[in-house]
Each structure stands twice: as C-alpha cells, then as structure tokens.
C-alpha cells in the first residue's frame, strides 16, 4: 500500500505533462492545478481503503482533462424526450413554441416597453401585454399572472382568506409532486382550511352546513394528477357559484392545466376548459402557464376585476411577479391562440404532440429503426407499439396510443444509462419489460437526425 500511494506521481509532474500543458491555453492555472489535486486525493483515498488504483501520470492525466471538459460544458442543457410523458416536469414541462422564443430572445437582447406606456410617455404595467388577449380568449372580466400557479393559489388565498375559512372538498385536497399540498399551502397563506365530505362523495349540502360567519372562499381543486372512480359524487361548479352567491361567499377554482382547446378532439379523455370554468361563473380560475397551455413558467388568474384588483394590490405580488421574458413568450403563445385552434393544434408542441396522429408516430419509428440498424451493429431496432401518457399532473388516465423504437441486445439499465450520460444532448428513455423503448410521440420530427446521432455514439 505505502509503495502504491508512493507511485502517485506529483502534481507538479502532471502539470508540467504536455497534454495537460494544453488545458492551460483555455483555463486558468488554478482551475487546473485543482482538478489534479482533486484526482490525486480520490485515489489516494481509494488506495487507503485497499481497492485497486491505477497510479501512471498518464491516467491521471486522462481523468484531469475529461474532468475539466466535462465541467466546462453547460449544466442546464436540452435532452431528448423520449419518454412519451409530454409535460415531463423533470424535462421542463412545455417546449415553447418558435414565436414565443423569438419574442423571448428579442425582448432579453434589448431595452423594452416591459412598464412604460410608449402612447402616454410614463410608466405602465407590465401585465397589460397579455391582458387583453387573455380576456379576449378566455371571455375573463380581468387578468392577473404571476411566477407559477403554486404562486397563483397562495396569493388568492392570502388575499381573500387570510385568517378566515376556505370550503374544500376532502375529495380535492391534493399534492402536486413534492411540496405542493393545498393543506400546507392553505396554512402558508393564513387560511384556515375547513374540509367537507369524505374522500369520495361530497354533496352541495356539506358544503352549505360549512358555511358560517369567518367564511371567505369556497375553493374547488381540479384533481389534475388522479381520478377518483367508482361510488363517487363532487358538486358541479355551477352550483357550487350559485350557492356561493347566496352567500355572497366568492368561489375559485384551481384549474391545474389551463386549457383552451377542448381535448376530446384529440381522442382524449375530458378535461374542463379555462372558458368553461368562467362561464359556470367561476369568480376567480388559476392554472399553470406551462401544462396544457404549452408556454412558459407562469400562474395566470382570471375573474372578476373587483377580486383581481386585490389580488393584484397584495404586496405579496410584487415577490411572486412574472418576469419580463415569460411574459414575452406568454404572449407570443397567446397570440397564435388568437389565431384560432387550428393554428394552436399545428404550432404549440405541446398540442401538436397531443394531437399527433398514431400513423405519423409510426413512420418516424420505422425512420428511426432504419437509421439504427444501418449506422449500428450489435444491437436490434424493433417498431413496437405502445402507449404515451400527458404527464405533468393533466389527463391522468389518458393513454395515448403511439409506435416506439425497442433496442434489443444487452442489459437495458446499460443502454439507458449511456444514453442518459451523453455529455452534449442526453437522450431519455423508459424501460418496459426489460427493454429501452424510444417514444416517438415526444421526439419531434427535426430531432429524429439528433437522436440517432447521440444513441449512435452512446452504443458504439
Ligand atoms: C400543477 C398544479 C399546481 C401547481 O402549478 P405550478 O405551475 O406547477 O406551480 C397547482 N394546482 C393544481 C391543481 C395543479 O395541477
């Protein structure tokens, strides 16, 4: 052991090898002369715990440049999504469309009228970009978006019900992956939550016998990421608005997904849309910027402006406020919503992967399969067919019928592993029985070329 750890050469040899010289013309000494202490240590460490060490200048070397390219490439990068889940929220939710990427890159490079009023010369509000087209699409009395719809839920209810009851169904009392739990939110924002019914059924009159003196909300949660099937029974929103107005107790819905497109055109199951929410008469409707709608990061809330100019004014909305270039690109996405469905289904990716016909999965399959099979020996490529999921809390029984590509030949955690691990565009996957398949109902057509290429150096 101690003529082992006497063999590890110095730093200053491997800094003076030729190689490694050669790192010095892109990256400062320091940098470099850290990642060759680095390695030294590990090993020096590993010899220690008695496993076996390579100890040559010139492993150590190899691992000192791969260390310090490695690094040097960007950590936030694009992947392949073959997964099939469309709104992955791991892989980023919603590819934007092209305009809205434009619309991004033109207004991040330059000065823009983000808050001033270009006709009156002062300053102006930076949600009147998109607040016109959002009340002309969804039919909204007023607009309000802020970062996220996590955001969305605590500023309305830390505005229309701090320290005062909100009416929730225990039916709808979700989480959305990791911390979003509406009780904790709810708590977060100084509600007090007064849940009715039980988990499966809850009636118009759990509701009523709720309400009492410190009632301020009656919420509706749109059960984005499960169903509850079976013995149910939930109160339509309708009537949940005409007992709210009663009352004079305003009703919010969480909407999860916003949609514009009815999706049943798609083959997909049900889902409400924002504009069916408002005219069950909903007072005040969220929802995410980034699921269904297919734009970016945002919370939009709509409703009725005596509700949103509260919201609007809550201090609280300055911390959670939308950033210039989401709502470049927010707008931008609106935009091709105003040219009607026909121009969303074809130019939002999101929709068009939805709505992609099965017989165009199958070709790019086949397309896949061949370039495979002819750039890449040792392996087979199989045209399977398969079912894709929406992901991203929308749609959470939907099956989308699709055509994958099955690598055959060797253990499949391998394959998916050196796929994953490409330095400049990781490719993801799902393993099914055993097998890496390639969905192709999220792999758009000008990444096909892509694709091959990075399987093909992840197999060679
Ligand atoms: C996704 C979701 C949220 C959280 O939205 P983010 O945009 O991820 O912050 C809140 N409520 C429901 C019902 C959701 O589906």
């Given at each position: 052991?101690?003529?082992?750890?006497?063999?590890?050469?110095?730093?200053?040899?491997?800094?003076?090898?030729?190689?490694?010289?050669?790192?010095?013309?892109?990256?400062?000494?320091?940098?470099?002369?850290?990642?060759?202490?680095?390695?030294?240590?590990?090993?020096?460490?590993?010899?220690?715990?008695?496993?076996?060490?390579?100890?040559?200048?010139?492993?150590?070397?190899?691992?000192?440049?791969?260390?310090?390219?490695?690094?040097?490439?960007?950590?936030?990068?694009?992947?392949?999504?073959?997964?099939?889940?469309?709104?992955?929220?791991?892989?980023?939710?919603?590819?934007?469309?092209?305009?809205?990427?434009?619309?991004?890159?033109?207004?991040?490079?330059?000065?823009?009228?983000?808050?001033?009023?270009?006709?009156?010369?002062?300053?102006?509000?930076?949600y009147t970009h998109v607040v016109e087209l959002l009340k002309k699409?969804?039919?909204?009395?007023?607009?309000?978006?802020?970062?996220?719809?996590?955001?969305?839920?605590?500023?309305?209810?830390?505005?229309?019900?701090?320290?005062?009851?909100?009416?929730?169904?225990?039916?709808?009392?979700?989480?959305?992956?990791?911390?979003?739990?509406?009780?904790?939110?709810?708590?977060?924002?100084?509600?007090?939550?007064?849940?009715?019914?039980?988990?499966?059924?809850?009636?118009?009159?759990?509701?009523?016998?709720?309400?009492?003196?410190?009632?301020?909300?009656?919420?509706?949660?749109?059960?984005?990421?499960?169903?509850?099937?079976?013995?149910?029974?939930?109160?339509?929103?309708?009537?949940?608005?005409?007992?709210?107005?009663?009352?004079?107790?305003?009703?919010?819905?969480?909407?999860?997904?916003?949609?514009?497109?009815?999706?049943?055109?798609?083959?997909?199951?049900?889902?409400?849309?924002?504009?069916?929410?408002?005219?069950?008469?909903?007072?005040?409707?969220?929802?995410?910027?980034?699921?269904?709608?297919?734009?970016?990061?945002?919370?939009?809330?709509?409703?009725?402006?005596?509700?949103?100019?509260?919201?609007?004014?809550?201090?609280?909305?300055?911390?959670?406020?939308?950033?210039?270039?989401?709502?470049?690109?927010?707008?931008?996405?609106?935009?091709?919503?105003?040219?009607?469905?026909?121009?969303?289904?074809?130019?939002?990716?999101?929709?068009?992967?939805?709505?992609?016909?099965?017989?165009?999965?199958?070709?790019?399959?086949?397309k896949v399969a061949k370039l495979l099979s002819e750039r890449i020996?040792?392996?087979?490529?199989?045209?399977?067919?398969?079912?894709?999921?929406?992901?991203?809390?929308?749609?959470?029984?939907?099956?989308?019928?699709?055509?994958?590509?099955?690598?055959?030949?060797?253990?499949?955690?391998?394959?998916?592993?050196?796929?994953?691990?490409?330095?400049?565009?990781?490719?993801?996957?799902?393993?099914?029985?055993?097998?890496?398949?390639?969905?192709?109902?999220?792999?758009?057509?000008?990444?096909?070329?892509?694709?091959?290429?990075?399987?093909?150096?992840?197999?060679?």
């Amino acid at each position: 052991m101690k003529d082992k750890l006497r063999s590890l050469p110095q730093v200053s040899a491997v800094l003076e090898r030729e190689d490694v010289r050669e790192l010095l013309s892109s990256y400062p000494r320091w940098v470099v002369v850290e990642a060759i202490r680095r390695v030294l240590e590990e090993r020096r460490k590993k010899i220690l715990d008695g496993l076996d060490v390579e100890v040559s200048e010139a492993s150590v070397a190899q691992e000192v440049i791969e260390r310090i390219e490695f690094f040097s490439l960007p950590s936030l990068k694009r992947v392949i999504n073959a997964t099939g889940v469309v709104l992955h929220t791991n892989l980023g939710r919603a590819p934007l469309p092209k305009e809205a990427v434009g619309a991004m890159a033109e207004v991040a490079m330059n000065y823009s009228n983000l808050e001033y009023d270009v006709k009156q010369g002062r300053r102006g509000l930076r949600y009147t970009h998109v607040v016109e087209l959002l009340k002309k699409i969804t039919g909204a009395e007023s607009a309000l978006v802020v970062n996220n719809n996590a955001s969305a839920v605590f500023l309305v209810l830390n505005t229309l019900a701090k320290g005062k009851e909100v009416i929730v169904s225990r039916g709808e009392l979700i989480e959305i992956g990791g911390s979003f739990r509406i009780p904790d939110v709810m708590k977060a924002a100084g509600s007090i939550l007064r849940e009715v019914g039980t988990t499966n059924k809850t009636k118009l009159s759990d509701y009523e016998s709720a309400i009492g003196e410190n009632t301020a909300l009656i919420m509706k949660v749109h059960t984005s990421n499960y169903r509850i099937v079976g013995f149910t029974e939930s109160v339509p929103l309708r009537d949940l608005v005409v007992l709210g107005e009663r009352y004079g107790i305003p009703v919010y819905e969480d909407l999860g997904s916003g949609l514009f497109v009815d999706v049943r055109r798609f083959g997909l199951p049900y889902e409400p849309t924002v504009k069916e929410s408002l005219r069950a008469g909903a007072h005040v409707v969220s929802f995410s910027g980034d699921k269904l709608l297919g734009s970016a990061q945002a919370g939009i809330v709509l409703g009725r402006e005596e509700l949103l100019e509260k919201i609007r004014k809550n201090p609280i909305n300055r911390a959670l406020r939308i950033d210039k270039l989401t709502l470049s690109a927010l707008e931008a996405t609106l935009r091709i919503y105003m040219e009607g469905e026909e121009a969303a289904v074809e130019r939002i990716p999101v929709l068009r992967m939805l709505s992609e016909k099965v017989e165009v999965l199958k070709m790019r399959a086949e397309k896949v399969a061949k370039l495979l099979s002819e750039r890449i020996g040792g392996y087979t490529f199989e045209v399977i067919e398969d079912v894709s999921t929406v992901g991203g809390g929308a749609l959470p029984t939907a099956e989308l019928p699709t055509f994958c590509v099955a690598v055959n030949g060797g253990d499949c955690r391998e394959i998916d592993r050196r796929l994953r691990t490409r330095p400049t565009v990781p490719v993801v996957g799902r393993i099914k029985q055993d097998r890496l398949l390639l969905d192709m109902r999220t792999v758009r057509e000008e990444e096909v070329e892509l694709l091959v290429e990075m399987v093909e150096v992840a197999l060679r």
